[in-house]
């Protein structure tokens, strides 16, 4: 019953959200330019939330996203305009792009493994190294407008919609594969819900943590490649502010702290969510510097509700006094 | 006791529903001041979730909870603890760099001018002590103190906050039988100078030694109250037909013959240092193999040392003839199986459910290519389930939602359908009701006639 309700609460809030436009702003909000700019960014962040997502399962945020961004740009767009353009340089720059983007959260989910060190600190720290690094690497801003191919990933269409829907989708598809019919998905669980046991049945935690943070990297640098090809160029700057906003959208979709909860439809739910909201704000002409606020204030919220829906799903008491949530596994 | 039957705590009709299910079916229930009341079932019962409803976690869905014939609301521990209701958590919560009087001082400080008042609080706590006969000192530091010690600790911190009634849920699940016996004079003293305690435990014989009554529940109904006062005292026999709703046979367990195949597991001189030293032993075909002694005497490290959990600083292991591997993964692939004691931190993904629980040990068996196959994982917790006979029996229910025995029935059930050639158990059968602990040990028996062989510690 209360988890339909939190079910409800959830699409009622975009539905709200959607009239709330239609009332307002009908005219602006409603238009095809403006809908397929929030499917667009919407396609964004939601092919990096369902990176990060995997990390959310097994240790906790990876804020080196905005950073893996910039650099999976830069990687691909040097390649490609350094081999002349061509439709073959496009491929092998994205790969190189993907690649660079996994061995960068391989390195991390290694330390963090290795080390036991707080993933929280070790991502936010290779933000800052990748936000370096590209900065270095595109002293001056990089344009490419070639191959064809790479211009349309970013601005293509087909039947209407944008090519990074498209993109998106078959993403969504390979995360929901990864995370919930294979093996490798079910450890994530695993070992996020409780480590101690998935050691005592033989799971081996390395190989996990290195592959949920490689995986979000490279779902990042694939961002940041259809970024740079939406705006026809890389630059450093590009993924300013898209680590919080991953992060909101994994958050709303019930991304635990690396405690084994997650779902990749939930990553899906709230990047349409983040997207949304963003596209809603500018609408009604919200100045950017309220809208970052709006987004830090909105973590926060949603992680209490989560945790408050948790504490009221499995039945206790959601002490009125002390507001917080009691611990019940004292008991047998 | 007999000339004091005022009654403390009296429950009335209370119902508790998790997503539909009647946990608790009307259930009636009253404490005397001054009673040792035991609350029995079978696993499921309902009888963690009506004392969680006493002390203030889960609300309830109706029913009336009187105290000294006053209703009371209860909706957080802090109303429980005002109506002089405290629990003895079986995950002791206490600070061990603390000396005893801190830790049950703690929140409680007596200050003058805001600076402590040690002198105070340990003449007040060493009082308590006293009183109660506990033989424990005030200024002693609870690292040096056992399990018991510690629980001793925690009924300090009820006792402090002048609680009239004390409940224990398996207080006695990790202490040995010596410090079981300590616990039980302290129920004894504490119940002669008035306090109630309400007493949850699967080891039958105890709750008979010990309860002046014994509450029955069975699928959240109650079935019985028993009266040590009444004509003829407790029937055992009575109190178990109406647990299991039949009268269980008791039947002799089989004779085992002793293995005599070929030695499966040989462990010569084998140490860590500060656990365990010098232990050698040999486990054959078919063969059950106890490991007794005292809490704290290294039986759970040296399982857990064979196994490769926890390092070896001297001898050697040989499996089927080959030097044992270090490595986990490779010690249940080649077939050995480890049950660890603590099903709580060790033994089970609270928020996945029963199937995928019960694939954890061998991927390999539900999936092909690392994908994994619906049907197959379906297939292997059917089996599971049916084995340890769960409760539900449902494989999508959550682990976290089923009760402490039949979590337990989980973590021990996985390696019972899995094929294992050596079975190091660490205490199975920890807060399993009667019929489920004779029916665990019928399957590793019968996995012994097929010729494993099992380490088991008692
Ligand atoms: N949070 C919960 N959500 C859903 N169901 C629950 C929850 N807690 C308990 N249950 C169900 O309620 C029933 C009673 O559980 P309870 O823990 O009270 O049993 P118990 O008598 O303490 O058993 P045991 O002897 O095994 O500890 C069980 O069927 C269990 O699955
Ligand atoms: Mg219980």
């Not at chain 2, 064979?306 to 600083?313: E, K, N």
């Amino acid at each position: 019953m209360q988890k339909k309700i939190y079910k409800f609460a959830k699409v009622f809030i975009i539905v709200a959200m959607l009239i709330w436009m239609a009332v307002t702003s009908f005219g602006s909000f409603y238009t095809v330019s403006n809908l397929s700019s929030i499917l667009m960014s919407a396609a964004l962040l939601g092919i990096m939330a369902c990176g990060m997502m995997f990390p959310l399962l097994v240790s906790g945020p990876d804020l080196s996203v905005s950073g893996a961004m910039a650099v999976g740009g830069m990687v691909a767009v040097k390649y490609i305009t350094s081999h002349g353009g061509t439709t073959s340089s496009f491929v092998t720059g994205l790969l190189l792009a993907l690649l660079a983007g996994a061995l960068i959260g391989a390195v991390m989910g290694a330390a963090i493994h290795y080390f036991n060190l707080p993933s929280f600190i070790v991502t936010l720290a290779m933000q800052y190294v990748l936000y370096g690094a590209a900065q270095i690497g595109l002293k001056s801003k990089v344009v490419c407008s070639s191959p064809e191919l790479f211009c349309k990933l970013g601005n293509g269409r087909l039947f209407g919609f944008p090519i990074p829907v498209y993109v998106f989708l078959v993403f969504v598809v390979l995360t929901v594969f990864l995370m919930h019919k294979t093996v490798f998905g079910r450890k994530s669980f695993m070992f996020g819900g409780n480590r101690k046991a998935s050691v005592l049945c033989g799971i081996k935690g390395a190989p996990v943590a290195i592959l949920v943070f490689a995986y979000s990297g490279m779902a990042a640098a694939l961002a940041g490649v259809i970024m740079a090809a939406m705006n026809q160029q890389a630059s450093a700057t590009a993924g300013t502010g898209y680590d919080t906003n991953v992060l909101l959208a994994c958050v709303l979709g019930g991304g635990s702290m690396g405690e084994g909860i997650g779902s990749a439809g939930g990553a899906v739910y709230g990047a349409i969510f983040v997207a949304l909201l963003n596209n809603c704000l500018r609408i009604a002409s919200v100045p950017s510097l309220y809208q970052e606020m709006i987004v830090g204030v909105l973590i926060i919220a949603a992680m209490a509700f989560e945790n408050y829906f948790k504490a009221k799903a499995s039945g206790m008491h959601w002490s009125r006094r002390k507001k917080k949530v009691e611990d019940t596994r004292d008991f047998a | 006791m007999a000339e004091n039957k005022e009654i403390l705590l009296r429950c009335s009709k209370i119902v508790k529903e998790f997503s539909g299910n009647r946990v608790l079916d009307q259930v009636d229930f009253d404490i005397r001041k001054g009673e040792v009341h035991s609350l029995c079932g079978e696993n499921g019962a309902g009888k963690s979730t009506l004392i969680k409803i006493i002390s203030g976690i889960y609300p309830k869905d109706d029913g009336v909870i009187y105290i000294n014939g006053n209703p009371v609301d209860i909706h957080s521990r802090q109303d429980s603890t005002a109506n002089g209701i405290a629990v003895v958590y079986q995950e002791l919560s206490v600070m061990t760099t603390l000396t005893v009087a801190e830790n049950i001082m703690a929140g409680k400080e007596l200050t003058k001018f805001g600076f402590l008042q040690k002198k105070q609080m340990n003449r007040r706590v060493q009082d308590l002590i006293d009183k109660y006969d506990l033989g424990l000192k005030a200024t002693q530091r609870v690292a040096e103190l056992s399990t018991a010690g510690r629980q001793v600790v925690e009924i300090l911190k009820a006792l402090i906050t002048d609680a009239s009634l004390i409940i224990m849920d398996e207080p006695t699940a990790s202490l040995s039988y010596k410090e079981s016996e300590a616990l039980f004079k302290i129920i004894r003293s504490l119940r002669d100078n008035g306090v109630s305690i309400l007493y949850i435990s699967h080891r039958l014989d105890e709750v008979y030694m010990l309860s002046d009554r014994i509450t029955v529940l069975r699928d959240g109904k109650l079935v019985g109250v028993f009266d040590k006062e009444a004509e003829g005292g407790i029937k055992p026999d009575e109190v178990i037909q109406a647990m299991v709703g039949k009268s269980l046979s008791t039947e002799r367990q089989k004779e085992l013959t002793p293995g005599s195949g070929k030695v499966v597991l040989d462990v010569r001189h084998l140490s860590h240092r500060g656990y365990f030293n010098d232990i050698s032993l040999q486990v054959h075909e078919g063969e059950i193999l106890g490991i007794g002694g005292l809490v704290g005497a290294g039986r759970t490290e040296l399982l857990r040392s064979i196994f490769g959990v926890d390092p070896v600083t001297a001898g050697e292991v040989t499996y089927l003839d080959q030097p044992i591997s270090r490595s986990i993964r490779q010690n249940i692939k080649s077939g050995i199986g480890f049950i660890s004691e603590d099903r709580r931190s060790e033994g089970f993904v609270p928020q996945l459910s029963v199937e995928q629980n019960a694939e954890m040990i061998n991927f390999g068996a539900v999936s092909s290519f690392g994908v994994l196959s619906k049907a197959k994982e379906r297939a292997r917790a059917k089996k599971m389930i049916e084995e340890v006979n769960l409760h539900p029996a449902d494989p999508k229910y959550k682990v976290a939602n089923f009760s402490g025995g039949n979590q337990q029935k989980i973590v021990v059930g996985k390696w019972l359908i899995h094929n294992c050639k050596l079975l190091l158990i660490d205490e199975p059968t920890v807060g399993v009701d009667v019929g489920a602990k004779s029916e665990i040990y019928k399957i590793i028996e019968d996995m012994a006639a097929n010729g494993a062989a099992v380490i088991i510690r008692q």
